[in-house]
């Protein structure tokens, strides 16, 4: 079926020209699985512009919030041996330098272990609506990067909202957009603050959503869920939020070894991490990402990725002004 694209709705924003010479960046970000997405599709993007070099490492505990993350400078700053990050990194340049970084580290090491040029923080999805959770923990955790890497420009990562498969939004009594809504009045809240930068990816997810547009014929119940069988996934109608696998569970969980379907809400998908890089590069580098002639190789994608890169540069465009 040929899918109907719209463009040229909302915002109406021209595209950046793509900046002159090759640049090259150093970029260390403070997060969770919501950064460590970028590792699949952000080198691979950013190698294919032109002039952009990446040097990107990520911070890596699963869900961790700001509070967690101060508790963890503040319980290193007493043990230095408490290393509770996997640091999986991308280096396109001073690869050597790369190599020397550690896979287990704590946030006061990792901040000097290379002069980064930008360094990343977020909040965990589950709290990124409510801003009551951000401090006083936000403005922690910027003094200590302020301390010990000065020469950092420090961005905020804008996560997205989850999709209509999460039981939170209920929870929350929220839907996708009423969530995404609170999430960018929380981070505009804190960018807002200090002046600084965001990296809209969540922005780009709605735009994305609201331009294809993704409409959910029918979400399953959680009872019709568990009457699936081999090989039925859930339809998420291509929102770059979500997944279904069948599979065995984590470790630990009392369903660990039973397969079933798994269904994965708040993630981005395959696509979605390739519209979450496309953000990254066009805010970093401020380069014309629909200039891009990359993309991974899925099925039907070419249109969609075509879409997904114009809103990530109307996204980051229109945080410009």
């Known amino acids: 079926m040929k899918m109907k694209i719209k463009t040229g709705i909302a915002l109406g924003l021209t595209a950046v020209a793509v900046t002159a010479g090759a640049r090259e960046l150093r970029v260390l970000a403070i997060g969770n699985s919501f950064s460590q997405?970028?590792?699949?599709?952000?080198?691979?993007?950013?190698?294919?512009?032109?002039?952009?070099?990446?040097?990107?490492?990520?911070?890596?505990?699963?869900?961790?919030?700001?509070?967690?993350?101060?508790?963890?400078?503040?319980?290193?700053?007493?043990?230095?041996?408490?290393?509770?990050?996997s640091i999986s990194k991308s280096y396109a340049f001073d690869v050597e330098k790369g190599k020397s970084l550690?896979?287990?580290?704590?946030?006061?090491?990792?901040?000097?272990?290379?002069?980064?040029?930008?360094?990343?923080?977020?909040?965990?999805?589950?709290?990124?609506?409510?801003?009551?959770?951000?401090?006083?923990?936000?403005?922690?955790?910027?003094?200590?990067?302020?301390?010990?890497?000065?020469?950092?420009?420090?961005?905020?990562?804008?996560?997205?909202?989850?999709?209509?498969?999460?039981?939170?939004?209920?929870?929350?009594?929220?839907?996708?957009?009423?969530?995404?809504?609170?999430?960018?009045?929380?981070?505009d809240r804190l960018a807002?603050?200090?002046s600084f930068k965001v990296i809209p990816a969540g922005d780009a997810v709605q735009l994305f959503r609201e331009r294809l547009p993704v409409k959910y014929a029918k979400v399953s119940t959680p009872a019709e869920i568990a009457a699936m069988k081999q090989p039925e996934v859930l339809d998420f109608h291509h929102d770059p939020v979500g997944n279904s696998r069948w599979g065995k569970g984590r470790k630990g969980r009392k369903d660990a070894n039973e397969v079933k379907l798994r269904v994965d809400a708040i993630h981005l998908n395959a696509e979605g991490q390739y519209l979450q890089a496309c953000v990254w590069v066009a805010a970093l580098f401020d380069v014309d990402i629909t200039k891009?002639?990359?993309?991974?190789?899925?099925?039907?994608?070419?249109?969609?990725?075509?879409?997904?890169?114009?809103?990530?540069?109307?996204?980051?465009?229109?945080?410009?002004?």
């Open 37 to 85: 997405s970028l590792m699949k599709e952000l080198p691979a993007v950013a190698a294919a512009m032109p002039d952009c070099k990446l040097n990107f490492a990520n911070m890596m505990i699963g869900g961790c919030p700001l509070e967690r993350h101060w508790d963890n400078v503040e319980k290193a700053a007493t043990d230095p041996s408490f290393k509770p990050y």
């Open 292 to 321: 891009l002639a990359y993309a991974p190789n899925l099925p039907d994608f070419a249109e969609r990725a075509a879409l997904m890169r114009r809103c990530a540069a109307d996204a980051v465009a229109a945080r410009r002004k």
């Open 102 to 187: 550690p896979r287990k580290a704590n946030i006061p090491e990792m901040l000097v272990a290379d002069r980064w040029d930008i360094v990343t923080i977020q909040q965990a999805s589950p709290k990124s609506p409510f801003y009551d959770t951000y401090q006083p923990y936000a403005d922690k955790l910027i003094a200590k990067i302020r301390e010990l890497a000065p020469q950092a420009e420090i961005r905020i990562q804008e996560t997205w909202s989850y999709s209509p498969y999460s039981g939170l939004l209920a929870d929350w009594k929220m839907n996708p957009k009423t969530m995404y809504e609170s999430i960018k009045a929380a981070y």
């Open 192 to 194: 807002t603050a200090y």
